[in-house]
């Protein structure tokens, strides 16, 4: 059995833990959450999913990796979770909530965690173009990018972490949420030499939109950004981010 701690600071806020659930456990509320300190458990692929009250419990029907809990309280809430992998020797006690069946994807744009971001810049004689999503230093979230979408005037595209932000800034990202607050990232552009560590790239079609879908997401923590540039100088590129904030 594993003991987990969230925080969760508002209303539809969202904490990510990284672990195998088979049985979960609303161990206890620690500060906060008010009449109705109520919190919302899924997987974080998609599934079954139940909210909670303090004390109460869920069992899955198959362990699942990821877990995503949701405040549904309506006040900042902090407390503790019981968490197994296996659900086959757990008491589960007070087993109740409502089940059903959710997108985890839907989730976190519901909680408006989930953003895109869209940067491109012109050809500029002599210099790469690059573009970036950054996470200022202090903004408290990691951003997790799942996908990245390129394209370029001719030659191949990489990309990368950079320690800060290019040139100009090109606004924030926006929430997949209709009326949601803007992101707490960047996305700037700067025409330059080409330098720096390549975590990959590749070779489009001129003009050709790659899309680049990660097996694992690339974490972006405060202070850091991930920029994508042009192979070749004096060449248009245009990118889209998308990633979800999580508390760090």
Known sequence: MQT?????????????????????RYYERTAGGGIDPRIKISSLGGGASAELAPGEAYRLAVPVRGLVVTNMSGEPIEGKLSVAPDSSSIDVGRLQGVVEVVDGGKARSKANVAFMGVTSIGASPGLNGHLQLFNPLGSGKNLVVGRLSMSVGAGGVSFGF??????????????????????VATMYREAVVAAGTALGGITPGAGEALVYTFMEPIVVEPGYGLVCWAGDPNVALSAMFEYFEESQ
Do not use: H, P, R
């Open 4 to 24: 987990l701690v969230f925080k969760l600071a508002a209303a539809g806020s969202v904490n990510i833990m990284d672990t195998i659930v088979g049985y979960v």
């Open 162 to 183: 950079s320690a800060a932000a290019l040139a100009t800034a090109q606004g924030s990202g926006q929430s997949k949420l209709s009326g949601g607050a803007v992101s």
